[in-house]
């Protein structure tokens, strides 16, 4: 009998995740998008000009309390990373809903331009650093 179980605050994903190793010292992964390195390792997107792997989970990265160093993940860290489906990346700009999305300097969501890899399709309106829920969608825009 499984009484007395409080799963308040816990959150499960249901959709398609994978595990890979941080290729660099990231100080907050989480909700950002996710490229992999010459190793084959994941760092942050830094623009448009690589395929995307998808999107680190708000989970993704140390846990603390405090929130000081939420997310941080250091060279080898385990980063969790969501590659389908609909999710949520922190926008670096507004984002207009039905927007191809893909990644600016600091691996957050920004409008696509021609010759762009795309992450998705906005599903949301936001303003710079809301989350932004987008379809993903991976593709280099034409």
């Known amino acids: 009998m499984m009484s007395n179980r409080n799963f308040n605050g816990v959150q499960i994903n249901q959709t398609a995740t994978l595990v890979e190793n941080a290729g660099a010292a990231i100080a ?3 909700n950002k998008a996710m490229i992999y390195d010459n190793d084959g390792n994941v760092i942050l997107a830094a623009d448009g000009t690589k395929p995307f792997v998808g999107i680190a ?5 140390f846990n603390d309390i405090s929130g000081l160093e939420s ?3 250091s060279v080898g860290d385990e980063i969790e990373i969501q590659i389908k489906d ?4 922190l926008a670096g700009e507004e984002i207009v809903k039905g927007t191809e999305v893909t990644a600016d300097k600091d691996g957050c969501a920004k409008t696509a331009v021609a010759g762009d890899y795309i992450l998705g399709i906005a599903l949301s309106t936001v303003s710079k650093e809301e989350y932004c829920r987008i379809q993903i969608t991976k ?4």
Do not use: H, M, P, T
């Open 28 to 30: 907050d992964c989480r």
């Open 86 to 89: 609909i999710g949520y990346l």
């Open 71 to 73: 997310g941080k993940v």
């Open 139 to 142: 593709y280099q825009k034409n």
């Open 57 to 61: 989970l708000i989970e993704a990265g």
